[in-house]
């Protein structure tokens, strides 16, 4: 069954994608803040003013820039939200290693091939295990997922 088919391997399959674009957003926001408070404005958590004492582009620019950070934060808060979700999705699992076997694959992203000496057991069974695991994930987003 593909990934297409399984909407539990999709839902599970998103938290490394989140995770790399969390960071990328993270990235940006510190290198927009960076550039933002080289500049002669003052910055507050709700909103960038200028003094307004004389027009001065460069703050401007360093204002707009500061409010994209505003969007970038807001992001960064929603895709903590989905991973969080995720995470949650994977502890409703009511067998620890079943968990096991789903935060290795999808949280840290490890090849099945490393999955099996990690949990002492041969492919089959680890298989198994997983698609045991898929079964509680569609369950619980029967009735939990807000995606």
Not at 48 to 58: E, K, L, T
Not at 85 to 90: D, G, K, N, R, Y
Not at 111 to 131: F, S
């Amino acid at each position: 069954m593909s990934n297409s088919e399984n909407p539990a391997k999709t839902f599970l399959s998103r938290y490394r994608s989140l995770e790399a674009r969390k960071k990328a957003a993270m990235w940006e926001i510190a290198r927009i803040r960076a550039q933002a408070t080289d500049t002669s404005i003052q910055l507050s958590a709700d909103k960038v003013q200028s003094s307004g004492r004389i027009h001065d582009p460069m703050a401007e620019n360093a204002a707009a820039i500061a409010d994209a950070t505003v969007q970038l934060d807001a992001l960064v808060k929603e895709i903590d939200k989905a991973l969080a979700e995720i995470l949650e999705a994977i502890e409703a699992v009511p067998e620890e290693k079943q968990k096991a076997i789903l935060t290795m694959r999808y949280v840290t992203g490890m090849k099945w091939e490393q999955i099996w000496p990690e949990m002492h057991y041969e492919a089959a069974q680890v298989y198994l295990l997983h698609g045991l695991a898929l079964q509680h994930v569609r369950e619980w987003m029967k009735h939990h997922s807000k995606s």
